[in-house]
Every structure is written in C-alpha cells, then in structure tokens.
C-alpha cells in the first residue's frame, strides 16, 4: 500500500510540474501582452538620455522628490507612442516599504511628468512592478492602486485598443 501511495505522489508530482512548464512556456493570445512583457525586460537601473530620455529624466526627479524609498534600487523604461507615454519602474524590494507607501511612488513618477509642459496633453500609462508581479498600475481611464496585485492588462490599450491575435499561438 505504501509502494502505491509514493507512485501516486510521484505520478501527481510530474503532472503537475509537466502542468507548470507548459503553462510557463505558451505564448499570450493577446500580441500586446508579448509587447507588455518584452518592454518589462528592458528596465535598467541606468537609463541613458539618449536612448530613454524620459526615464533618464524621471531617474533624477524621482531620486530628488521621494523619501523612504531607496531610489537607486529603482529600474526604469519608458516608451512614447503619438499622444501616449508608458513608464514601467521595478521596484527591488517592495516589501520593505509599507503597502500605504507604494502608491507615492507611483504619485511621484506621475507628478514629475506632469510637471513638464510637454507631457501634460499626455495619456500616461504607468506601471509599478514588483519582484515577480505588477503592484500598481494607472492609466488615463483606470487605476489599480492596491499596492499587491495590480491588473497588468489595464495597460495593454497602450499597445492598440483592441485585441492583436498571437499568430505564434496557432
């Protein structure tokens, strides 16, 4: 009996790690989804003026305005697309900051473009990324300011309002 209890277990153990793997490796329907999580890799704690002047810009004014927040941790990308402006900042280790916190960093980022005549006709999507998930996010239209897990597909009207089929799925 106890034979057939530990292959069970080990039955149940490949499943659920075959489960995982695959779940791990498919591809999103949704083409903005693959264009969300390839913009989340390229945040950088360095972000040069030339190549990413808006989080260059927002590295230093975020750096001067925010207190309680170890802002060298910080990473940034920005991407500017006609009328709208995404921002993704990762955060190290939100755990350290008090959930109440999280959201001023958020209001930070927010408040330093504002501050620039040249974003304030801007639709700005920013995002708030934690170690292994999205913490906060706001859009022109809606905002998840929980500060534990924030809704990453309110930002995917920055990449096209509607739906783009993943040809890579099918």
Known sequence: MQRINRFAASVAALMFMGITFYSCDSKPDDKRKVYLLEDKKKVTDTPDQKTDSISYFLKECVNRT??????????????????????????GDMKGIEKSSRKELLFAVEDCLKAVDYFKNKKIYIDVEGRFNTLLVKTPVKADLDGKFADSDLILPFYGKNIIPNKETK
């Open 66 to 91: 925010l207190t309680g927040i170890k802002t060298d941790e910080l990473k940034y990308f920005s991407k500017e697309k006609n009328d709208t402006v995404l921002v993704i900042v990762k955060v």
